[in-house]
């Protein structure tokens, strides 16, 4: 906290390359839109999930065109705000890759669970305010420039207004998918986290290959098993055999006619059908 405040007492609210840069693109293809209409921009820019096929550009540059004066508005507030400490602390490549990344998890999670269009740079947005919260958790955020609220306890609150309103399908016209999927991607892609998916992957890989053993190990006991059985069995054949052959030559001979081995192997025999 003390650095980031350090840090705007020094700048006050000058905007970074890449804040300002992603600020005038919003601005200027909204004006444009206001001016010449938006029916085409909005044709041909947003992000259609029945039209990927045809236009895939749609999933970058649905981040850059908004409906209306406050939805271009709260969002370039925010980003106003909030961008620029991120940007100096990871620097601009690090802010536009991680900002890209939310708007792409935003494009993925609707075209999973939404059939409608969908515009504007709320998922890249909401990417950036969970960051924020994450870095400067106490940092107070003024709500309508009044009420402050720890921006921890904000972005939580905004997260389950964002999950319960995507699940209960509320039908208000609010990409809240693709909200959610700047959080989502937020989370996964935050720099410091960025090992976040190559340890999720490396846990699968290991799931799979501890999986594989086991399994490979349950068939050799099961082979092995049936193998001893296989043998048990042979042997137990082969003395059925040679009692039966001890049981002949008694009835021919007698009993004086058997050697200790062959007693031995009778009585073993015996005592093994009793416990059976």
């Known amino acids: 906290m003390r650095n980031y405040t350090f840090e705007m007492g020094i700048s006050g609210y000058r905007l970074t390359p890449y804040v300002k840069r992603i600020m005038w693109l919003n601005v200027s293809i909204w004006f444009l839109m206001w001016i010449t209409g938006s029916s085409w921009v909005h044709e041909w820019f947003s992000f259609q999930p029945y039209k990927i096929l045809i236009r895939p550009w749609g999933a970058v540059t649905y981040m850059f065109v908004h409906g209306g004066f406050w939805h ?5 507030l925010l980003l106003f705000f909030l961008g620029p400490p991120l940007e100096r602390k990871w620097g601009s490549q690090a802010f536009l890759q991680y900002f890209l990344a939310c708007g792409l998890g935003g494009a993925v999670l609707s075209y999973a669970f939404v059939a409608n269009s969908i515009i504007g740079a709320s998922a890249g947005v909401y990417g950036v305010m969970l ?3 994450l870095i400067w958790p106490n940092l107070p955020i003024y709500l309508w420039g ?3 609220l720890k921006a921890k306890w904000l ?3 905004m997260f389950v207004m964002t999950f319960s309103s995507a699940v209960g399908q509320t039908g208000d016209g609010v990409a809240h998918f693709a909200h959610l999927g700047g959080f989502v991607s937020g989370f996964i892609f935050l720099p410091g986290n960025r090992s976040f998916v190559y340890r999720m992957t490396k846990l699968w890989k290991d799931l799979k290959n501890s999986s594989a053993k086991r399994s490979y190990k349950n068939s050799n006991l099961k082979l092995v098993r049936e193998k001893k059985s296989e043998l048990n069995s042979k042997k137990e054949s082969a003395i059925s055999v040679k009692v039966d052959m001890i049981l002949d030559k008694i009835a021919k001979d007698g009993m004086s006619s ?6 031995k192997l009778l009585s073993q025999a015996a005592k093994k059908r009793q416990s059976n």
């Open 131 to 133: 960051a924020f919260a």
């Open 72 to 76: 271009v508005f709260v969002n370039m």
């Open 155 to 157: 972005v939580t609150l």
């Open 146 to 148: 009044i009420f402050p």
């Open 258 to 263: 058997l050697t200790e081995r062959e007693k």
